[in-house]
């Protein structure tokens, strides 16, 4: 089955106004899949929306809205209506770098909100019609960060763990429902991500997002997890043989030098 019957006719990508979700909504368009596109910012949603359209001749719906308030998944529902959407791509999330005890508690919660509450919430939203049609599949946004204690980001890390387990834990409960489930793990990628979290990137090399949303989308009817890059897959599989607080250790000092 080619990608647009597997996961077809429309996507679902939060966080397309920048970074990995923008490398989403093109290269599904460029598999011929409608997208939904759904950020906060309406500017940047509009003018790729626009892009896509003229570029690949496919129905772009733009939502732009706060995930993080109530009534932000009602409004993207109201916008689909009898649409159906076939692959969802959970993807909008940040992080914020700095000690705990003087980050602003509002901030970590509406992180925890964004990055873990607003996924399942979304999950609950639109898998169940996946699995009565029997096909379908979501993506789910996870990090090298869920591998270990990231301390100066521990709200973040701790997020991603989240979103590492509950994917792969999906993964086996939608076993033969024709619905897939993957959490893709990059490492630091070059997005708007490290300016938005109050840093610069903790790797030495970062890694082109276009790249991971490709591995991602290739992966997908394989399910469960995947680590992008190769360095990335053998830092993560190695923190199984190294003692939990020694790599917490190691990812304090990294992450306290990229703080700015
Ligand atoms: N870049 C990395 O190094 C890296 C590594 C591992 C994992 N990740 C994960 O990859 C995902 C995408 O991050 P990115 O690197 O592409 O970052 P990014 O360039 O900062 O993009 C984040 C996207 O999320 C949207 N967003 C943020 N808050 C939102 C809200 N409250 N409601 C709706 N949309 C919101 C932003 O759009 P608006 O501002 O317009 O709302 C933007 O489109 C995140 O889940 C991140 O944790 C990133």
Not at 133 to 151: E, F, K, W
Request: hydrophobic content about 45%; some cysteine; proline content about 4%.
């Amino acid at each position: 089955m080619d990608f647009q019957s597997r996961y077809g006719p429309m996507a679902m990508v939060t966080g397309a106004s920048a970074g990995l979700g923008l490398h989403y909504a093109h290269q599904l368009a460029a598999k011929g899949m409608d997208l939904c596109l759904v950020a906060r910012r309406q500017d940047r949603l509009e003018q790729l929306a626009e892009n896509l359209r003229g570029k690949y001749a496919v129905e772009v719906l733009c939502c732009a809205v706060d995930l993080t308030n109530a009534e932000a998944i009602p409004a993207i529902q109201e916008l689909v209506g009898p649409r159906e959407v076939g692959l969802l791509v959970a993807n909008a999330g940040f992080g914020a770098k700095g000690a705990f005890l003087e980050a602003d508690a509002h901030i970590n919660a509406q992180m925890i909100q964004l990055n873990c509450v607003v996924p399942v919430l979304m999950a609950h939203a639109f898998l169940p019609p996946m699995v009565a049609r029997g096909r379908g599949g979501m993506i789910v946004l996870a990090s090298t960060s869920a591998y270990q204690a990231t301390p100066f980001m521990s709200v973040y890390g701790a997020t991603k763990v989240f979103d590492l387990h509950w994917s792969e834990g999906l993964t086996q409960e939608l076993r033969g429902t024709g619905v897939d489930v993957l959490a893709i793990c990059p490492g630091s990628t070059d997005t708007e991500f490290h300016a938005v979290a109050g840093g610069v990137a903790t790797g030495l090399k970062m890694a082109k997002p276009e790249d991971v949303v490709r591995l991602s989308l290739h992966r997908l009817p394989r399910g469960g997890s995947t680590v992008h890059g190769w360095w990335n897959r053998v830092m993560s599989f190695g923190t199984r043989f190294a003692p939990r607080r020694l790599s917490a250790i190691v990812a304090a000092r990294l992450i306290q030098k990229s703080q700015r």
